[in-house]
């Protein structure tokens, strides 16, 4: 069953297992439907400028930003992942991070939330495009895994009452890989940040 089909009817309320290799397990897509908590808007603060929400969502980060009068775009593959968080007031688009993208090169910050980081299961090609759509000058805002658990690379299927998706890429970050990456892909050493138990990373483009 196509990715889009099964993660939209998770979106819906469906319960959602992930399947990465060892014994499945709920995907968390009810926190990702409720509003922005205290360890997001953490997270947010540190996102300057018009900001790029990739992998958006059902919208419940870049709503917060909108709320709060920012400028901001989500963007998702998932239609239902638009509608939702358009649903919510948040500005979205149903594209992929790594096609055309409205305001490439001018956004001040872009936000890789709830492990976004892993898309496409290579996190060096995807800092690699994100840098690209930044400014110059410009911030990653990238949330992470706990530290060692190093960088790790997966086949993963999703699965719902509608069906199992085909394998895809995904990652893993942790904490404790991100500063290589950063440097690896033209930004500045990473400067880490935690909060009651949430790890993330302010990735500024080199100058």
Known sequence: MPFEVVFASALRGDPCSVEAGGAPR?????????????????????????TLDIGCGPGRMCTALARDGRVVLGIDVVAEAVAQARDRGASALQR?????????????????????????????????????????????????????????QR?????????????????????DAIAEL????GFEAATLREYDGRWFAL????A
């Open 96 to 152: 992929d991070v790594f096609g055309p993208v409205p305001g490439e090169g001018r956004w001040q910050s872009a936000l890789l939330a709830d492990g976004n980081v892993g898309i496409g299961g290579e996190p060096a090609v995807l800092l690699t495009r994100v840098h690209r759509l930044l400014r110059p000058a410009g911030r990653v805002v990238v949330d992470l895994a706990p530290p060692g658990i190093g960088l790790r």
């Open 26 to 50: 709920l995907l968390p897509v009810g926190a990702w439907n409720q509003d922005a908590d205290a360890s997001d808007r953490v997270l947010l603060s540190y996102c300057e400028g018009p």
């Open 155 to 175: 086949w993963v299927r999703l699965e719902t009452r509608e069906g199992l998706t085909p394998p895809f890429r995904w990652a893993l970050v942790g904490i």
């Open 203 to 206: 990735l500024d483009k080199a």
């Open 182 to 185: 950063a440097a690896t892909t």
